[in-house]
């Protein structure tokens, strides 16, 4: 029988405890362990004592760095050279579904290494973290206690991460799958050498880059470094005269391909050796931004029509430097059109690089290799006609890098100095002999469209002449003046060493011009962080436009092993380095607890929250200190977006202003939200340890406590923050953490009994997020004016719901008749004796405002209601909760909201706008944004409560406005004199609309409505622009939250 021989790659010394009972109870078998990299925290000496206890000793140290082990390169003839010397029948590699990069990164490296080199068995290990695809248990209970005495020799290590629980508990609970009391589980596979894709949950991307320049093309390989979509191997095609150094660019999996002076062999070549799912291609003088393979792919891999996926892409003029920097002098065009195969018939308006395909499209479909130049365009054309599905991303997500000598590069003058121009005539006369008479339609409807608008414009330009040629000449004037800022911009960011000139460095200058004090602390509390994303979260802390910062960690006790060396490696960050307070916990003590330490470590005037895995905006502190050099405030909070686990965006959501009363339902404001310290140490230095969970809406409710105004409060309306929805993540799902939700209830009652109401209680919004909250109000006596007409059936519900269903103690009612009808005045006639009721008649021209106005004067009750006679009651307590609102501090008018008698929403609020002057909310809005009281710029005179000393105040309903507007003008009268409006949303009835007035469809009716929106217009004007309306604009109803 052949010895058995396994060889071990450990990424790291202490990554042999995953598999070291398995390895113990191999003492027969020959046992070879290479250790990748160095840590810094583990001693050779202390790896080797451990292994001993296993009985090993034949142990090599590579030294690669920690943390950046290569995926190609030396590391590759190493890995082979090790196989060669020892001949292994078992491989153990950690397992390919580990989270931890260097992990990855090694398994991967080795299988790429070995391909065809070796055949045998392959033990996938865990290393700290039950993974869940194993298929394979090795019973360790007699060899526990030799792993035991192994993973206590990390001496050094034990006082960060608590080795010993961690193997004790892993080998607990795979020896229940096993039925021993301790095991170790592997992914077993019989290998025969051939290429397999371990990492199928996510497809590989083929980069074909096709180069023969290093100097253009280490700025193409950083920005593929940059991806953050990491799966994908890049199959270099190289046709220069040496081959290039990539010892720069060993992180990446990269094979170098020899290629020849022919742009479309190379590409062709790099084809032949791509493995991947889809294909991409990147020429050495472009570049691809960040999430550029990540937003295609997400667009391309759950649509199994679509064949190509190409997004926008910046055509930027660029020149060479010295010390290999690039200059960007300016953007010449943007690329970012969508898909129309016309417009492909007549020129290429997609460059090679903004493309990713399926690999299936290139089974039948090659670059053509007799030309030299277009064979992009030819190649789509050809693609086009055999029906393969294009899709647009609406999305800039790479550059096209025009390099030349010229002040204005052009691409005719680029392709004409290069000799393409030439081909050109070769291209049409191919796609000639393909084109059917449906081209000729395509093409003839583009022609026709552009005709079209040109004549449009002709005619608009004819019309428009004489009175735009002052305004031209102005335009003009200023353009020079841009023209002449926008060089001397870029010269000043090339003098600053800012290599690019967009608006990235403009904000840096913009940053640089601000006071440089220390203007905010950046509290940041983290536990067991998934690297990758805690990575990102630092990252967008340290690439900020404004420096005027500093970031407070607090380690909540992190027994994770890969966010532990994450945060110890921010101590030699040379820019993180000089501005980090840096505090570890002895035991974990949760969020509260966390943030509360990094909040005692900051010294900056203002306090700026950030959650972990979430990313701020490059130009997000910039934005808040310019804000912060107009006004002194106490509290700014900014627009956020939502992303997936991957970084894509989910949705953006536009947030309103100051809302107390909708933060009475809702924490609509949440992240990025920024405190002065000053106020925070009024409120006990931090959050409070009671609700924890809920802290973040309990720090704005005890601001609110604190008696902040709106003066005070800074909306950016700008999504600065990026939150990240994970798996359980709250991000993603308000009800993903029910513990935090039931903390945020205990905060709302704690805060609502602070304010004096009683009996308050509290339950989860059942139809959208947020809460319902009630309390007991005074109930003091209400005036119910109803004017009425000619709506005999509607009155008599309208009472009857009133008079026999509402269960209100203390009302009267005032019925302003107007030109009454007879049977009205007959039926009126018969309420003259009715206690509670009055009748007031007016017998003029129908004036709302007047008509209220009069009812209000013949009452006295301190609160009054506006009630039209078309709504009916389907609630007795109705009442009682509209009132509640009104008792709140600072709150002018209380409005409910309104159905159909088909139960369609038709009043959910009122949106103002300086043009159009209002309109009804009639929709809930995507993900419910609306379906929660809150705060509106106006309510709906159809039933609208308020105060009478509010209504005196502003001297009620202006009776310019008979019929139009009224009530959005008492609304916005409120509003003006520092009073809030609310709608809410747990008051429902039924409204039938237009039986008070009838439609407005007669010349008249629409004449008198254009005189009133003038009117509003005049009186109002910017007053009326929307400061209530939250939207979320959504980009992918199919959320990706895992990896992708």
Same mark, same amino acid.
């Given at each position: 029988?052949?010895?058995?021989? %396994?060889?071990?790659?450990?990424?790291?010394?202490?990554?042999?405890?995953?598999?070291?009972?398995?390895?113990?109870?191999?003492?027969? @078998?020959?046992?070879?362990?290479?250790?990748?990299?160095?840590?810094?925290?583990?001693?050779?000496?202390?790896?080797?004592?451990?292994?001993?206890?296993?009985?090993?000793?034949?142990?090599?140290?590579?030294?690669?760095?920690?943390?950046?082990?290569?995926? +190609?390169?030396?590391?590759?003839?190493?890995?082979?050279?090790?196989?060669?010397?020892?001949?292994?029948?078992?491989?153990?590699?950690?397992?390919?579904?580990?989270?931890?990069?260097?992990? =990855?990164?090694?398994?991967?490296?080795?299988?790429? @290494? =070995?391909?065809?080199?070796?055949?045998?068995?392959?033990?996938?290990?865990?290393?700290?973290?039950?993974?869940?695809?194993?298929?394979?248990?090795?019973?360790?209970?007699?060899?526990?206690?030799?792993?035991?005495?192994?993973?206590?020799?990390?001496?050094?290590?034990?006082?960060?991460?608590?080795?010993?629980?961690?193997?004790?508990? /892993?080998?607990?609970?795979?020896?229940?799958? @096993?039925?021993?009391?301790?095991?170790?589980?592997?992914?077993?596979? $019989?290998?025969?050498?051939?290429?397999?894709?371990?990492?199928?949950?996510?497809?590989?991307?083929?980069?074909?880059?096709?180069?023969?320049?290093?100097?253009?093309?280490?700025?193409? =390989?950083?920005?593929?470094?940059?991806?953050?979509?990491?799966?994908?191997?890049?199959?270099?095609?190289?046709?220069?005269?040496?081959?290039?150094?990539?010892?720069?660019?060993?992180?990446?999996?990269?094979?170098?391909?020899?290629?020849?002076?022919?742009?479309?062999?190379?590409?062709?070549?790099?084809?032949?050796?791509?493995?991947?799912?889809?294909?991409?291609?990147?020429?050495?003088?472009?570049?691809?931004?960040?999430?550029?393979?990540?937003?295609?792919?997400?667009?391309?891999?759950?649509?199994?029509?679509?064949?190509?996926?190409?997004?926008?892409?910046?055509?930027?003029?660029?020149?060479?430097?010295?010390?290999?920097?690039?200059?960007?002098?300016?953007?010449?065009?943007?690329?970012?059109?969508?898909?129309?195969?016309?417009?492909?018939?007549?020129?290429?308006?997609?460059?090679?690089?903004?493309?990713?395909?399926?690999?299936?499209?290139?089974?039948?479909?090659?670059?053509?290799?007799?030309?030299?130049?277009?064979?992009?365009? $030819?190649?789509?054309?050809?693609?086009?006609?055999?029906? %393969?599905?294009?899709?647009?991303?609406?999305?800039?997500?790479?550059?096209?890098?025009?390099?030349?000598?010229?002040?204005?590069?052009?691409?005719?003058?680029?392709?004409?100095?290069?000799?393409?121009?030439?081909?050109?005539?070769?291209?049409?006369?191919?796609?000639?002999?393909?084109?059917?008479?449906?081209?000729?339609?395509?093409?003839?409807?583009?022609?026709?469209?552009?005709?079209?608008?040109?004549?449009?414009?002709?005619?608009?330009?004819?019309?428009?002449?004489?009175?735009?040629?002052?305004?031209?000449?102005?335009?003009?004037?200023?353009?020079?003046? !841009?023209?002449?800022?926008?060089?001397?911009?870029?010269?000043?960011?090339?003098?600053?060493?800012?290599?690019?000139?967009?608006?990235?460095?403009?904000?840096?200058?913009?940053?640089?011009?601000?006071?440089?004090?220390?203007?905010?602390?950046?509290?940041?509390?983290?536990?067991?962080?998934?690297?990758?994303?805690?990575?990102?979260?630092?990252?967008?802390?340290?690439?900020?436009?404004?420096?005027?910062?500093?970031?407070?960690?607090?380690?909540?006790?992190?027994?994770?092993?890969?966010?532990?060396?994450?945060?110890?490696?921010?101590?030699?960050?040379?820019?993180?380095?000089?501005?980090?307070?840096?505090?570890?916990?002895?035991?974990?003590?949760?969020?509260?607890?966390?943030?509360?330490?990094?909040?005692?470590?900051?010294? @900056?005037?203002?306090?700026?929250?950030?959650?972990?895995?979430?990313?701020?905006?490059?130009?997000?502190?910039?934005?808040?200190?310019?804000?912060?050099?107009?006004?002194?405030?106490?509290? /700014? !909070?900014?627009?956020?977006?939502?992303?997936?686990? +991957?970084?894509?965006?989910?949705?953006?959501?536009?947030?309103?202003?100051?809302?107390?009363?909708?933060?009475?339902?809702?924490?609509?404001?949440?992240?990025?939200?920024?405190?002065?310290?000053?106020?925070?140490?009024?409120?006990?230095?931090?959050?409070?340890?009671?609700?924890?969970?809920?802290?973040?809406?309990?720090?704005?409710?005890?601001?609110?406590?604190?008696?902040?105004?709106?003066?005070?409060?800074?909306?950016?309306?700008?999504?600065?923050?990026?939150?990240?929805?994970?798996?359980?993540?709250?991000? !993603?799902?308000?009800?993903?953490?029910?513990?935090?939700? #039931?903390?945020?209830?205990?905060?709302? #009652?704690?805060?609502?009994?602070?304010?004096?109401?009683?009996?308050?209680?509290?339950?989860?919004?059942?139809?959208?997020?947020?809460?319902?909250?009630?309390?007991?109000?005074?109930?003091?006596?209400?005036?119910?004016?109803?004017?009425?007409?000619?709506?005999?059936?509607?009155?008599?519900?309208?009472?009857?719901?009133?008079?026999?269903?509402?269960?209100?103690?203390?009302?009267?009612?005032?019925?302003?008749?107007?030109?009454?009808?007879?049977?009205?005045?007959?039926?009126?006639?018969?309420?003259?004796?009715?206690?509670?009721?009055?009748?007031?008649?007016?017998?003029?021209?129908?004036?709302?405002?007047?008509?209220?106005?009069?009812?209000?004067?013949?009452?006295?009750?301190?609160?009054?209601?506006?009630?039209?006679?078309?709504?009916?009651?389907?609630?007795?307590?109705?009442?009682?909760?509209? +009132?509640?609102?009104? !008792?709140? $501090?600072?709150?002018?008018?209380?409005?409910?909201?309104?159905?159909?008698?088909?139960?369609?929403?038709?009043?959910?609020?009122?949106?103002?706008?300086?043009?159009?002057?209002?309109?009804?909310?009639?929709?809930?809005?995507?993900?419910?944004?609306?379906?929660?009281?809150?705060?509106?710029?106006?309510?709906?005179?159809?039933?609208?409560?308020?105060?009478?000393?509010?209504?005196?105040?502003?001297?009620?309903?202006?009776?310019?406005?008979?019929?139009?507007?009224?009530?959005?003008?008492?609304?916005?009268?409120?509003?003006?004199?520092?009073?809030?409006?609310?709608?809410?949303?747990?008051?429902?009835?039924?409204?039938?609309?237009?039986?008070?007035?009838?439609?407005?469809?007669?010349?008249?009716?629409?004449?008198?409505?254009?005189?009133?929106?003038?009117?509003?217009?005049?009186?109002?004007?910017?007053?009326?622009?929307?400061?209530?309306?939250?939207?979320?604009?959504?980009?992918?109803?199919?959320?990706?939250?895992?990896?992708?």
């Amino acid at each position: 029988m052949t010895k058995q021989t %396994f060889l071990v790659f450990a990424p790291h010394p202490e990554d042999i405890l995953g598999c070291a009972g398995s390895l113990a109870k191999q003492r027969t @078998a020959s046992i070879h362990v290479v250790v990748i990299s160095e840590n810094p925290k583990v001693s050779q000496q202390d790896c080797l004592t451990g292994l001993a206890h296993l009985g090993i000793d034949n142990v090599q140290f590579w030294d690669y760095p920690h943390s950046a082990i290569p995926l +190609s390169g030396p590391i590759g003839q190493d890995y082979r050279r090790v196989v060669q010397d020892i001949q292994p029948t078992h491989i153990l590699l950690p397992h390919p579904q580990e989270s931890q990069a260097d992990h =990855l990164r090694v398994t991967r490296g080795f299988l790429n @290494a =070995l391909e065809g080199q070796w055949q045998g068995q392959l033990l996938f290990y865990e290393t700290l973290q039950p993974l869940p695809v194993v298929n394979y248990f090795v019973d360790i209970t007699t060899e526990f206690g030799a792993k035991l005495l192994a993973a206590q020799t990390y001496a050094s290590q034990l006082k960060e991460f608590d080795y010993v629980n961690h193997v004790q508990t /892993l080998a607990r609970l795979r020896g229940l799958h @096993a039925k021993t009391a301790g095991a170790e589980a592997f992914l077993r596979y $019989e290998w025969e050498g051939t290429y397999q894709h371990f990492f199928e949950n996510r497809p590989l991307i083929s980069v074909i880059v096709r180069a023969n320049d290093i100097d253009y093309l280490q700025h193409a =390989l950083n920005s593929l470094i940059a991806q953050a979509y990491e799966q994908f191997e890049v199959i270099l095609v190289w046709f220069g005269e040496q081959p290039p150094s990539l010892k720069d660019f060993e992180v990446l999996d990269i094979r170098l391909i020899p290629g020849k002076p022919s742009r479309t062999f190379n590409l062709n070549e790099g084809l032949r050796h791509a493995r991947g799912e889809y294909i991409a291609f990147l020429d050495q003088d472009d570049i691809l931004y960040p999430q550029h393979l990540a937003s295609l792919l997400s667009e391309i891999h759950g649509h199994s029509q679509t064949d190509i996926v190409y997004s926008g892409c910046k055509t930027v003029a660029c020149q060479k430097k010295i010390h290999n920097r690039i200059k960007v002098n300016k953007v010449i065009e943007v690329m970012n059109h969508p898909w129309n195969q016309g417009r492909l018939l007549i020129g290429n308006f997609i460059p090679l690089h903004a493309l990713l395909f399926r690999a299936a499209v290139f089974h039948a479909h090659q670059f053509d290799e007799t030309l030299d130049a277009y064979e992009d365009w $030819e190649l789509l054309t050809r693609l086009s006609f055999s029906h %393969f599905t294009f899709t647009h991303l609406d999305e800039i997500t790479c550059e096209y890098r025009i390099f030349s000598n010229t002040e204005n590069p052009s691409y005719s003058q680029i392709h004409q100095d290069k000799g393409y121009l030439a081909h050109r005539q070769r291209i049409i006369a191919k796609l000639l002999k393909q084109i059917e008479v449906s081209h000729f339609e395509q093409i003839a409807e583009i022609v026709n469209d552009l005709s079209t608008q040109h004549s449009q414009l002709s005619q608009r330009s004819t019309e428009q002449n004489k009175q735009q040629q002052a305004q031209i000449q102005r335009l003009n004037q200023q353009v020079a003046q !841009y023209q002449g800022v926008e060089q001397l911009i870029v010269q000043a960011c090339t003098d600053m060493g800012l290599e690019v000139a967009g608006r990235q460095a403009i904000a840096q200058v913009i940053g640089r011009a601000l006071p440089q004090q220390t203007l905010f602390s950046i509290v940041l509390p983290v536990y067991n962080t998934d690297p990758t994303l805690l990575s990102q979260t630092l990252l967008s802390v340290r690439n900020q436009a404004y420096s005027g910062w500093e970031l407070c960690i607090v380690d909540d006790a992190s027994d994770r092993e890969e966010t532990q060396h994450i945060l110890q490696a921010l101590q030699h960050d040379p820019v993180i380095a000089e501005r980090l307070h840096y505090q570890r916990r002895e035991t974990r003590g949760g969020i509260v607890a966390a943030t509360n330490d990094a909040i005692k470590m900051a010294t @900056a005037p203002y306090i700026a929250f950030l959650d972990h895995d979430d990313r701020l905006h490059t130009e997000a502190l910039l934005t808040l200190g310019l804000k912060l050099q107009q006004h002194d405030y106490t509290l /700014l !909070y900014t627009d956020s977006r939502m992303i997936d686990h +991957s970084g894509q965006l989910m949705h953006t959501y536009h947030k309103t202003d100051w809302a107390p009363e909708t933060l009475l339902h809702l924490n609509h404001i949440n992240h990025l939200t920024v405190v002065k310290r000053e106020t925070l140490n009024q409120l006990g230095g931090g959050f409070r340890p009671d609700f924890d969970g809920g802290q973040d809406w309990d720090l704005l409710l005890e601001l609110l406590r604190l008696g902040i105004t709106e003066e005070q409060v800074c909306h950016v309306a700008e999504p600065l923050y990026d939150w990240r929805a994970t798996e359980g993540s709250l991000a !993603y799902k308000t009800n993903s953490k029910s513990w935090t939700f #039931k903390a945020a209830m205990a905060a709302l #009652k704690n805060h609502l009994e602070a304010r004096g109401l009683e009996n308050v209680s509290i339950r989860a919004n059942p139809k959208a997020a947020g809460c319902i909250a009630h309390w007991d109000s005074p109930l003091e006596p209400i005036d119910i004016i109803i004017p009425t007409h000619s709506n005999l059936n509607g009155l008599k519900t309208c009472l009857s719901g009133l008079l026999q269903q509402t269960d209100y103690p203390q009302f009267n009612i005032i019925i302003v008749a107007n030109r009454c009808i007879e049977p009205i005045r007959e039926y009126l006639e018969t309420l003259q004796n009715q206690p509670h009721i009055k009748i007031q008649v007016n017998d003029n021209e129908f004036n709302w405002s007047t008509l209220n106005n009069q009812g209000v004067v013949a009452g006295e009750n301190p609160l009054l209601l506006f009630l039209n006679d078309d709504v009916e009651i389907t609630n007795a307590a109705w009442l009682r909760n509209l +009132s509640r609102y009104i !008792y709140l $501090e600072g709150v002018g008018a209380v409005g409910a909201t309104l159905f159909y008698p088909n139960r369609q929403l038709q009043h959910n609020g009122i949106e103002t706008h300086p043009e159009w002057i209002a309109r009804n909310i009639d929709e809930w809005g995507e993900k419910k944004p609306l379906r929660v009281t809150r705060n509106v710029s106006a309510v709906t005179g159809a039933c609208l409560l308020t105060r009478r000393s509010h209504w005196e105040q502003i001297g009620g309903f202006d009776e310019q406005l008979t019929v139009y507007y009224n009530d959005v003008d008492y609304c916005l009268g409120l509003r003006s004199q520092g009073l809030r409006i609310v709608q809410a949303n747990d008051v429902e009835l039924i409204h039938q609309e237009k039986a008070t007035y009838g439609n407005h469809d007669s010349p008249e009716k629409k004449a008198l409505s254009h005189k009133e929106i003038n009117i509003m217009r005049e009186k109002w004007g910017e007053f009326l622009t929307e400061r209530y309306m939250p939207r979320y604009d959504v980009k992918a109803h199919r959320t990706r939250i895992l990896h992708v």
